[in-house]
């Protein structure tokens, strides 16, 4: 059963840092991209960053270029999202996905397999 799932998540005012992990298992993910989207109450979900398999490219929304940073763990099943200098508008659930293509990576809708969240709230 593939399985990712999500840890990190929390309370933290502005101007603080998180870092967001996910696990995945019951299957090889090395082959696979990575990817963290994002969705705040009455909003949709919306791409937050990727890494390609290999982890030699990463790709950000650019609400959150230069403050974010996807990295992936030396197994390749592992994926973190450390985020710097958080605003409130960053508060919202963050799911972490895998896709097998390597293309279009900020598609919600390319993604093969997604967590189930985790809450980051960031107070004013």
Do not use: H
């Not at 949709?44 to 390609?52: D, G, L, P, Q, S």
């Not at 398999?53 to 270029?65: I, L, M």
């Not at 900020?106 to 980051?120: A, E, I, K, M, S």
């Amino acid at each position: 059963q593939v399985q990712l799932v999500e840890s990190g998540g929390g309370l933290v005012q502005a101007g603080g840092s998180l870092r967001l992990s996910c696990a995945a298992s019951g299957r090889t993910f090395g082959s696979y991209a990575m990817g963290w989207f994002r969705q705040a109450p009455g909003k949709e979900r919306e791409f937050v960053a990727a890494i390609n398999w290999s982890g030699g490219s990463t790709y950000y929304a650019d609400s959150v270029q230069g403050r974010f940073t996807i990295s992936r763990g030396n197994a390749k099943n592992t994926v973190y999202l450390q985020m710097n200098s958080l605003k409130p508008e960053d508060t919202a659930v963050y799911y972490c996905a895998a896709a097998r293509t390597g293309w279009n990576l900020n598609r919600w809708d390319l993604y093969d397999y997604w967590g189930q969240g985790t809450q980051v709230t960031v107070s004013s």
